[in-house]
């Protein structure tokens, strides 16, 4: 009789047991949501938004696995925002293109395409995103007008976690091709960005408030930062990335704004800097509010022909209304920072410069196997160090730093 009750039991348990994976999706096949059927049309004229919506709210709703798929064609697609959370996984797969308007009236937003409060996100496919941004740069006044416009980011990602994006080709952003905010455990993989080096605040990735973000065998061309890392960026890994034209990878600006929210744990690794503006560079607002910034590493970088190849600069103001550098102070604490087997030629004589702040010095900051060569007039290279406390270690070209 205790025999019979036990198997009983257990059989109600495996029963309900099943009725659980029945609702949690796993025992669903795959299903996709062809953009198509939803009503797109991939003329390059037809405006697809409402399409592209319904198929991502089934798609969202559904509980296994889930691909929103847009085919091969050229489709026109406003500003869009896709929300979650969603029932299961689920995936935005592009094989075509998707263009963006070019009627002024219609790209004065911050986000093109958008991804909101999503886990287990994968967008990937082969496809293009033109931003047509010719459209849109010669809007771009916001280094003399305080009050500019926002312009939209390509692929903006906020509060997306578990999730990643490879296999596409940005072009021709309005503003950044990528923005990642709040999210967590995010990895970029195998994607090209690319606009013109004069194109306005076209920066290829950009980052801010996010941890556990990865990105990998990227190529960037751009008329801005290459990647950025701005307040709250931690431990984020930045491997096998070619950057230019652009202004480099750059960490900050920092300490102009969310003081408690520092930057820590960024490694950089074999990466390269073609003709760039900068290679790589940390940058603090001077005046700035207090805030961190540490264990960064930046290791095994070729430098070929950038203007600046290693840059510390605490003393970035680029307004008017900024002190003399001379007179300026940055509260933004710098540490913990190494710079190894990095080499190469500068496009300009200085080929390392290190400005911290003489409120708060840079402190524990290594250089280990530099070698940087000029080769223009003036002479060899030369670096320019202030208020760096550090070590320096093997080849050390050019010399007289720490």
């Not at 290791?299 to 600069?313: E, L």
Request: hydrophobic share 35%; glycine share 8%.
């Amino acid at each position: 009789m205790a025999k019979k009750c036990f198997l009983d039991i257990l059989v109600t348990l495996l029963l309900f047991n099943c009725i659980l994976l029945a609702v949690n999706g796993h025992s669903l096949p795959p299903k996709i949501f062809d953009v198509v059927k939803y009503g797109a049309v991939s003329d390059g004229k037809t405006d697809n938004t409402k399409a592209f919506l319904k198929a991502w709210d089934e798609a969202c709703g559904y509980s296994g696995r889930s691909r929103v798929f847009i085919p091969n064609g050229i489709f026109l697609l406003d500003s869009v925002s896709f929300v979650g959370p969603c029932s299961g996984p689920i995936s935005f797969l592009v094989k075509g293109t998707i263009r963006a308007p070019t009627d002024s009236r219609r790209f004065f937003t911050d986000t093109w395409i958008g991804f909101r409060y999503v886990s287990r996100l994968t967008v990937k496919g082969g496809g293009i995103l033109d931003g047509q941004g010719q459209a849109a740069w010669p809007f771009n006044d916001c280094k003399t007008n305080d009050e500019c416009k926002p312009l939209p980011t390509t692929l903006r990602f906020d509060f997306v976690n578990n999730s990643r994006v490879l296999n596409l080709h940005s072009i021709n952003s309005k503003s950044s091709h990528v923005n990642i905010f709040a999210c967590g455990n995010f990895n970029i993989t195998n994607v090209r960005l690319t606009a013109p080096s004069d194109s306005p605040n076209t920066d290829g990735i950009h980052i801010g408030s996010s941890s556990q973000i990865k990105i990998t065998h990227v190529r960037i061309s751009t008329g801005d930062d290459c990647i950025s890392m701005v307040s709250g960026s931690q431990n984020i890994e930045i491997y096998d990335v070619s950057c230019g034209p652009g202004h480099g990878i750059s960490i900050g600006s920092l300490g102009r704004s969310h003081e408690h929210e520092y930057v820590k744990g960024i490694t950089v690794r074999n990466c390269s800097f073609i003709g760039s503006d900068n290679g790589v560079r940390i940058k603090t607002w001077s005046p700035s509010l207090y805030s961190e910034a540490s264990d960064m590493t930046f290791q095994d970088i070729f430098m070929q022909n950038p203007k600046n190849p290693i840059v510390i600069d605490q003393q970035y103001c680029p307004s008017s209304h900024c002190l003399m550098k001379s007179e300026s102070r940055s509260a933004v604490q710098i540490k913990d920072v190494t710079f190894s087997n990095i080499w190469g030629i500068s496009s300009t004589k200085v080929a390392l410069d290190l400005q911290c702040s003489g409120t708060l010095p840079c402190r524990n900051v290594k250089l280990i196997d530099i070698n940087l060569s000029y080769n223009g007039p003036g002479g060899q290279a030369i670096s320019q160090c202030s208020n760096v406390i550090g070590s320096s270690h093997g080849k050390l070209v050019p010399s007289g730093c720490l």
